[in-house]
């Protein structure tokens, strides 16, 4: 179109649709995919589609906000999927308890082959199997545009040969990843192989700033993997390894430091006499630790202490489900007063056992200890075998004049109605306290 004058005057009469409409063409797409399986259009996805994702620039795609059956896949499932291949739209697909089985997670994978907009893909507890994280990882590894950050795996039966295959992809992974979740995915001996791609991809290693492996199982040479992963890995600041029975000595004996990890769950771990130093002495390479999550770790009150001593900037513990007792409980707290400043959150539920003489001043301790630290949550509730009852009173009436304290939990210690009249009177003065559980 001739002269430039003509062309200009032509196209501003022309009304140039936003590409961005019906979340960047999905619900085009998805209409159309409707006609070619020949199953009907859910008015009610394309009305959310149109009138709240695209108007609120909502950018995660969750599928049970969209699909509400027991069975999966299915051809709602089906046409929802296709219509995400090569959509530019969405950000992040979760697929949460639905178990789409494997069957669902081979259309996902297909997904991949092609999608390059994706940042976050949820898997969590779908009823895939290790076969599905085969072909997941083998799309993965054909797609040169992948743009995937964000990995949550956790709750299904990857294995071994799941682990290995998605090992071998992480191997040339192209892009950052930020978060990897595989917990509870009965991974054994796969876990070597798992930890050792992390390291050696430095792409991956560099960025990673979650990793999740609880509920699993770190033999010898997986706890040497991930102590020389973790003194290699520059930035990450969580990991979840509840539960996985690892070799403490062998993680530190590849382990000189790692600087940026700020938060450790290491629950669900028995420490028993022989094995507490082992514990030490790995914690002593963690100098950045501010979250310190040690619940059911059947840790004696005795050395519990001797623990807490490799680190003195915690700001969040976890020591829940450990039988301290009431001596133990006055040791704890005498410590935490006099050497750890930045408490800001405790957790001790079901701490108490048997009462003795000492429940009063173990009582006080608490007290003590939420005056003198900067403690803003507080969760000591009770349980069968952990039950304070009237002896919690004073520590209640304690909080009349506490101004730091913003969530407490002090359920499940059958106090009855001397604890309501309790805290009546505490709230008519207590300004601070904002969440109460009871």
């Known amino acids: 179109i001739g002269p430039l004058e003509r062309k200009n005057d032509i196209l501003s009469r022309v009304k140039v649709p936003d590409s961005d409409v019906g979340c960047g063409g999905f619900v085009r797409t998805y209409i159309t995919v409707c006609d070619h399986f020949n199953t009907p259009v859910l008015e009610e996805i394309t009305w959310d589609l149109d009138n709240l994702f695209y108007n609120n620039d909502v950018r995660s795609f969750n599928v049970s906000e969209f699909i509400h059956k ?14 995400l291949n090569y959509n530019t739209w969405f950000k992040s697909l979760i697929v ?23 940042e976050k893909l949820v ?9 599905s994280f085969v072909c997941l990882a083998e799309s993965f590894a054909k797609n040169k545009k992948l743009n995937l950050k964000y990995l949550d795996f956790s709750g299904n039966s990857i294995e071994d040969k799941g682990a290995v295959s998605l090992s071998k992809t992480f191997e040339s992974w192209k892009n950052k990843i930020h978060h990897l979740d595989v917990s509870d995915c009965s991974i054994k001996k796969g876990m070597t192989n798992l930890l050792s791609a992390l390291q050696t991809n430095k792409i991956i290693c560099d960025s990673l700033q979650t990793l999740n492996i609880s509920n699993n199982r770190l033999d010898n040479e997986s706890s040497r993997k991930l102590g020389s992963f973790l ?46 130093k082992d514990l030490i002495l790995f914690l002593t390479r963690l100098p950045s630790i ?46 935490l007063t006099r050497n750890v400043n930045n408490l800001k959150n405790l957790e001790m539920n079901r701490i108490w056992g048997k009462k003795s003489k000492s429940r009063p001043g173990a009582v006080n301790g608490v007290a003590t200890l939420l005056e003198l630290c900067p403690v803003e949550k507080l969760f000591m509730a009770g349980g069968p075998k952990s039950q304070l ?13 506490n101004k730091m304290l913003q969530i407490l939990d002090i359920s499940g210690h059958q106090v009855e109605d001397y604890l309501a009249v309790a805290l009546a009177k505490v709230l008519q003065h207590n300004k601070s306290l904002h969440t109460l559980y009871w």
């Open 70 to 83: 027991d069975k999966y896949p299915n051809l709602e499932f089906q046409s929802l999927i296709f219509s």
């Open 96 to 118: 949460d308890g639905e178990k789409i089985g494997a069957e669902g997670v081979q259309l996902i994978a297909d997904l991949f082959k092609t999608n390059s907009t994706l």
């Open 123 to 131: 898997l969590r507890n779908v009823g895939a199997t290790k076969d």
């Open 231 to 276: 003194g290699k890995a520059t930035d990450l600041k969580i990991l979840k390894m509840a539960s996985t029975s690892p070799n403490f000595l062998f993680m530190s004996s590849t382990l000189e430091k790692s600087a940026s990890l700020q938060m450790i769950d290491i629950s669900q771990n028995k420490i028993n006499d022989k094995l507490y």
């Open 290 to 335: 501010t979250d310190l999550r040690m619940s059911n770790t059947q840790i004696p009150a005795s050395i519990l202490v001797d623990i807490l001593k490799t680190n003195t900037k915690i700001e969040t513990l976890d020591i829940s489900d450990l039988d301290l007792g009431d001596d133990g409980v006055i040791s704890l707290c005498s410590y």
């Open 389 to 401: 009852k009237k002896d919690i009173l004073p520590l209640v009436f304690y909080m009349i004049n």
